[in-house]
C-alpha cells in the first residue's frame, strides 16, 4: 500500500474514524494494528521482522536502565545494536559485501566464493533501525526513560506515516504523543488535509512526470548526448526533491490528522547558500542523526581540523552507503564529504572574496545558490546512476560528447516544467511570505479554495495513475 495508491485514500479515513472514535485507553491499539496491517501489504513475512526489531530494543532499554554495572550497560548496548545493525547488515548489505568481497579476493589470487542470500529487501529497514539504535543510545546515556509500555514502544517503531521513509523520529519527541490525549481539531484536520494533497501533487505531477524523462536517459546510458545528460540530471534533481519531500508531506499530514506531530524533513534544500546549509535542509531528520549519532561522537569539530575532516567524511560516507548498497552511493557520500570538508576549509576565504566585491546582498546569495545547486546535481549523476560504468560514462560525455540540443516530447516538457514552476513559486513564496498556509489564510476566500482546487485538478488530470513506488522506499 503506497501513499499515492486508492488503498490509502480509503485506509487513511477509516483509521482516522476509529481513532476519534474509541476512547482513549485504545487508541494505541488501533494504530498499532493498522501500522502493522499497512507494513503487512507488502509482505506479511516481514512483520515478523519488524517485531524482532521492536522487542530487542524494547528488551534492551529496560535492562540498560536496571544495570547499575558500567561494563553491564555496556554488554547490553553492544548486545541490542548488534542485533538491530545485524538485521539491516544481513538483508540489506551482505550481497554487496559478499561481491566486494569476491572481487578483491580475485585481485589479489584468492578465492573467496562467499555465499549470496536472493532476499527481498524489506520496505522501510533502514529507517526504523535508524530509529530504535537512537532510542537504546538515548535509553543508555540517560536521554530519555525506557517505555515500559510494549504496545506504545511497538507503535513509536512501527508508526505507519513514517514507518518506510521516515522522518526518522527520535523518542522524546514520538513517544509522549501515544500518551497525551488528542482532541478532534478541526482546524489541523484542514491543515493536515493541505498538507496530504500538496504533497501528492508533488509526487504524481511533478516527480513522476519528470521520471518518465529521467528513467528514458539513466537506464539508456551511451545512447545520450551531453547535453541530454544534463538535462536529465536537472529534472532528477527535482524528482528526488518532489518525490521524497511528498512522502514527507503526506507522512506529516496524515499524522496531523491523528492529533500527532512529525518533524519537518526538508526546507527549501535547493536555496541552500553552501553544502553546509544544504545538510541542514535536505533529509534533515537523517541529517541530524548523522550529526548526533555518528558525527558528535566521533569528535566532531572538537578535535582540531584534521579530525572533523576525517569526522566529516567518515559521516557522510555513511550516510552515503545508508542510501543503497552499491558503490555509487558510497562516492556520492564520498563527494558530500568532500565538498564539506572544503566548505569548511574555505568558508573565511570565500567571505572575504565577497566582502571586496562590493555584491548586493541578494546577487551574493543569487549566486551562492546556483554553485550550491550546481555541486549539489553534479553529485546526484551518482546517486542515480544505475552503476559506476554508468556514471563514468556521463562524466566521459562532458568531455568529448556532442553538445546538439536533444529531442524532447514536448508534453513530457510542458507537463514537467509547469510542475516545477508550480514548486518554484509556493517555494519563493514561503522563502519571503512566510508559510505558504499563512499567506493562503489570509487571501481571500476564491483565491484559497481556487489554489487546493487547481491543485486536486492537477492531481486527477496531469497526475501519473501507475501508482509508482516512491524512491526512498528502496533505502
Known sequence: MTFNSINYLAFLPLIVLLYYTLPHRTRWAVLLAASY????????????????????????????????????????????????FGLLFAYKYWEFFAESADWLGAKLGVSLSLPAFDVLLPVGISFYTFQTVSYTVDVYCRRVAPERHLGRFALYVSFFPQLVAGPIERASRLLPQFSSENHFDFTQMCFGCQLIL???????????????????VYNNV??????????????????????????????IGSATLLGIHLMANFRQPYFA????????????????????????PLGGNRRGTAWTAVALMVTMLLGGLWHGANWTFVIWGGLHGLLLIGSRATLDSRNLLWDRLHLPHWLRDAVRIGLTFHLVCFCWIFFRANSLSDAMTILGSFSGGSWALPSIDPNILASGSLGVLVLLTAQVLQRYCGSCREFLARSPLPMRWSVWYGLALAVVLLGVQRGAQFIYFQF
Open 222 to 251: 551511451g545512447c545520450h548526448e551531453c547535453v541530454t545528460y544534463i538535462l536529465a540530471t536537472y529534472a532528477f534533481a527535482f524528482q528526488i526533491y518532489c518525490d521524497f519531500s511528498g512522502y514527507s508531506d503526506i507522512a
Open 198 to 216: 500538496w504533497g501528492i501533487f508533488k509526487k504524481v505531477v511533478i516527480a513522476d512526470r519528470l521520471a518518465i524523462y529521467v528513467d528514458s
Open 273 to 296: 547558500t553552501n553544502l553546509r546549509d544544504f545538510w541542514r535542509r535536505w533529509h534533515i531528520s537523517l541529517s541530524t542523526w548523522l550529526r548526533d549519532y555518528v558525527y558528535i
Open 37 to 84: 496491517f499497512f507494513y503487512m501489504c507488502w509482505n506479511p513475512r516481514y512483520a515478523i521482522l519488524l517485531a524482532v526489531s521492536t522487542v530487542v530494543p524494547y528488551i534492551g532499554a529496560l535492562l540498560i536502565a536496571r544495570s547499575v554495572s558500567t561494563w553491564k550497560r555496556r554488554a547490553v548496548l553492544v548486545a541490542s545494536l548488534s542485533t538491530n
